[in-house]
């Protein structure tokens, strides 16, 4: 954030909300709109402000955490990596994951020879009911227009640069379907536990952004 | 209309009025079925308090990337897919 705009007297009490939105320091109009939809809600006795609450809390305990378990798994068991590729949810459900709110969601295996990179060009469809809420980046109106047109462009701006003989393919979250990445174990990772592989698996690897890297394993 | 996987199709041009799911930049685009997704309740009247019914089937539907843009930089490899309704595809 600049230092040339003072937010001090704007009242937020703090300040880790997004600045990405026009009319910086103001409420964004989808917002005003949300709270406004909601309050309704709780007034006409629709929802309760505690179902609702609950429902929030609910989501934020979804993180790629998640999504980490299943890939490392996936990584020392080919077998369980077919029934994550045939059925996510319930391979997910294996892992004592609980996707049952989730839509259908399908695992896209990166290889050798194809790199997955996911995008909801519509709106900001991501696999929340596994992996929680998605990240800002994901879900602005950049991302969302350039990943379809220059998905390479875009993954080099994430340190994630691939080989002209590597297919890329965009896929775009339009209807039913919530799609997670099995990326590529990388080399250098013979040996390791599935607690130390589930470590290097973030969440931007889960869309296809960027390749987790062996490093040193982390003590777990 | 049942599309089997390979089977060419083309994007319908409609207006994208109410809640489609069909992107604009695929429209009148030429690609490959790769999969059934199965059927759902059509967003476009689900989303306006609507039933959804009758359901439609719903293909994964594969693209390449030179075929949408036409200034595409990458690898003439590149592709794009994306689920797309079948009342919003033709054979092709």
Redesign the interface.
């Known amino acids: 954030m600049s230092d040339g705009h003072d937010h001090d007297d704007h009242g937020h009490g703090d300040h880790d909300h997004d600045h990405d939105e026009p009319g910086e320091g103001a409420v964004p109009a989808a917002a005003l709109r949300a709270r406004a939809i909601e309050s309704l809600l709780v007034e006409k006795g629709v929802v309760t402000a505690e179902a609702i609450a609950r429902g929030v809390d609910w989501l934020v305990s979804r993180t790629p955490t998640n999504g980490a378990r299943i890939v490392a798994r996936a990584w020392v068991d080919p077998a369980y990596k077919q029934r994550l590729l045939a059925d996510a949810k319930a391979a997910a459900g294996e892992l004592g994951v609980d996707a049952a709110l989730s839509p259908i969601v399908v695992a896209l295996e990166n290889t050798a020879a194809v790199h997955h990179l996911v995008v909801c060009t519509l709106c900001s469809c991501y696999p929340r009911a596994l992996l929680g809420p998605p990240p800002a980046w994901y879900k602005s109106s950049a991302y969302r227009s350039r990943a379809v047109v220059e998905p390479r462009a875009v993954m080099a701006e994430f340190g994630t640069e691939l080989p002209a003989e590597v297919e890329v393919r965009v896929v775009d979250s339009t209807a039913d379907i919530r799609y997670i990445v099995v990326p590529r174990r990388p080399d250098g990772t013979d040996g390791w536990s599935e607690e130390q592989l589930a470590a290097i698996v973030t969440r931007d690897s889960l869309v296809g952004v960027v390749q987790p890297v062996a490093g040193e394993p982390v003590a777990v | 209309m049942t599309l089997a996987p390979g089977q060419r199709v083309r994007v319908l041009e409609g207006a994208s009025v109410g809640h489609v799911?069909?992107?604009t930049?695929v429209k009148g685009k030429h690609g490959t079925v790769a999969g059934s997704?199965?059927s759902?309740r059509n967003?476009e009247t689900l989303a306006f308090g609507g039933d959804g019914q009758p359901a439609r089937p719903?293909y994964?539907v594969?693209f390449r990337?030179a075929d949408?843009?036409p200034d595409?930089?990458?690898?003439a490899?590149?592709?794009?897919?994306?689920?797309?309704?079948e009342h919003w595809l033709e054979e092709a």
């Open positions: 799911r069909t992107p930049y997704r199965g759902f967003p719903l994964y594969g990337q949408l843009w595409y930089a990458g690898p490899t590149d592709t794009l897919y994306l689920d797309l309704y």
